[in-house]
């Protein structure tokens, strides 16, 4: 039962252009949700998170949406880099803290 | 330097083999999670510790054993692995778990091959 699901395994994106990754959940008990990001070798990096309570959150280059009608949230990358190229991970959590992942999506931004 | 280191990082073994994985972090955190990640997965939770007491176990195979001595120490006892076990096993750990959602932090993996 895959309560998170990143429905693109990929996606290639110009670099300097917007690179918006997607995310869908099922469990309308989940509050909190996060994006993680992971290079080859390595484990998952924390990115950048949002609360429920919010529909948006801003980091830089990184803005993560959350419509909690839809069960939804995306990660928009403004502009891409060719070092954001990795995996990102969608995570969603209740308040005990089991985490559930996506399966990823693999970003490559092009020079 | 994330805060939270694994070794080994890669580790092969033979089915009859017993080994452990060890995780250590150095956030001061009070939880501590073992997860499994197979090839085009998605990352699985194994066990949560919070402070020490194991508080889930998501239905893992007996051959799999976790240990908490401490806060900032985990570990992972493997024996009679079966070759589908082979997968990325990473360590995580956050400031409490069980309490209101706050973001874990993981180690590098072990990448683990079942001969």
């Known amino acids: 039962d895959q309560q998170v699901k990143q429905n693109s395994p990929s996606l290639s994106v110009q670099e300097g252009r917007i690179s918006i990754l997607n995310c869908d959940y099922t469990?309308?008990?989940?509050?909190?949700f996060l994006w993680y990001k992971k290079y080859p070798a390595e484990g998952p990096t924390f990115l950048i998170s949002?609360?429920?309570?919010?529909d948006k959150n801003e980091d830089g280059r990184f803005t993560v949406f959350l419509n909690k009608s839809a069960k939804h949230l995306s990660l928009h990358i403004v502009p891409s880099q060719p070092g954001d190229s990795a995996v990102y991970f969608c995570?969603?959590?209740?308040?005990?803290?089991?985490?559930?992942f996506g399966a990823g999506t693999r970003l490559t931004v092009k020079p | 330097e994330t805060g939270v280191t694994q070794t080994p990082r890669h580790l092969v073994m033979g089915m009859t083999n017993k080994k452990s994985l060890k995780c250590e972090q150095h956030?001061?955190?009070?939880?501590m999670y073992w997860y499994k990640q197979s090839a085009k997965k998605p990352l699985e939770l194994m066990f949560v510790?919070?402070?020490?007491?194991?508080?889930e176990n998501n239905s893992v195979p007996s051959r799999f054993s976790p240990e908490c001595p401490n806060s900032s120490h985990l570990f992972l006892h493997l024996h009679t692995l079966q070759p589908e076990d082979s997968a990325l096993y990473l360590c995580?750990?956050?400031?409490?778990?069980?309490?209101?959602?706050?973001?874990?932090?993981f180690g590098p993996g072990t990448r683990l091959t079942v001969l």
């Open positions: 995580a750990s956050s400031l409490v778990a069980g309490g209101p959602p706050d973001t874990q932090y």
């Open positions: 469990n309308s008990m989940f509050d909190y």
């Open positions: 949002i609360s429920s309570i919010k």
């Open positions: 995570a969603a959590s209740g308040n005990n803290n089991d985490m559930r």
């Open positions: 956030l001061g955190h009070n939880a």
């Open positions: 510790y919070n402070f020490k007491e194991q508080t």
